[in-house]
């Protein structure tokens, strides 16, 4: 059974940084496209960062140059580091699991975690 568990978030300042972790249990890790999107009330899940097998990683505009995302295949584990945070940075994150070249909405989810950015 795929298990993802998200954690990391919280409230944070304008500016601030905060790192979410997603650990995987039940998947073959390292063969995965492993991803974080994210939920603003209101909006539309959307794509914030991946990171394919290979190591490759794409970034949604929003966030290019303040996000970045890594995994550690011996942990099961991927990151998210958040930097320059700003308030419309405020969601629930998830993390995301699939196969490459198939549609995420297919993969595996975890229950989220809440990052909200405020002063």
């Known amino acids: 059974q795929v298990q993802l568990v998200e954690s990391g978030g919280g409230l944070v300042q304008p500016g601030g940084s905060l790192r979410l972790s997603c650990a995987a249990s039940?998947?073959?890790?390292?063969?995965?496209?492993m991803g974080w999107y994210r939920q603003a009330p209101g909006k539309q899940r959307e794509l914030v960062a991946a990171?394919?097998?290979?190591?490759?990683?794409n970034y949604a505009d929003s966030v290019k140059g303040r996000f970045t995302i890594s995994r550690d295949n011996a942990k099961k584990t991927m990151y998210l580091q958040m930097n320059m945070l700003k308030p419309e940075d405020t969601a629930v994150y998830y993390c995301?699991?699939?196969?490459?070249?198939?549609?995420?909405?297919?993969?595996?989810w975890g229950q989220g975690t809440q990052v909200t950015v405020s002063s």
């Open positions: 990171i394919t097998s290979g190591g490759s990683t």
């Open positions: 039940g998947i073959i890790f390292r063969l995965y496209t």
């Open positions: 995301n699991a699939h196969f490459g070249g198939r549609d995420p909405n297919f993969g595996s």
